[in-house]
């Protein structure tokens, strides 16, 4: 009987070809993660600004109807409860639905009358890290800066 010799271009891999394939998948994955990643906090500020600028639409219309902003304490809330010394509120409220929408960080928007822009009022969204200041995704965004 002959003998079977191992014959190296019999189709194998070797461990460090494999190891090889390994790695640049994992660099693939990285790159394609950070891609991702990027995309989803900008698609963050995007819809925070629409939602910025639907907000600030609804209390001019609500303005419209009833002759005065909402107070601070009222707040983006008379947008869907009516509150109880106006009249000409809009049946149904100013908004789709019956809560103030978040903005993308879940975080709630902020009402201010009379801010330094000199603006009648503003809603704020303080970013992904929902604190006042920051640069990047985690930079306010203004309802003022989307007219």
Sequence with gaps: MKSKKWNRM???FTLVEVMAVIVII??????AAKNFLGQTD????TTTKATLSSLHDAVELF???TSRLPTEEEGLTALVEQPTDVEGWMTGGYLKGITI?????KHEFIYQLNP??????VIISYGADGKEG???F???????DTE
Excluded: N, Q
């Design 116 to 121: 330094e822009s000199g603006k009648p009022f």
């Design 10 to 12: 019999s189709g194998g």
């Design 42 to 45: 900008t698609a963050r500020v």
């Design 26 to 31: 994992g660099l693939l994955a990285a790159i």
């Design 134 to 136: 920051g640069e990047g």
């Design 138 to 144: 985690d930079a306010d965004l203004y309802s003022t």
């Design 101 to 105: 929408p978040r903005d993308s960080w």
């Design 63 to 65: 303005k419209m109807h």
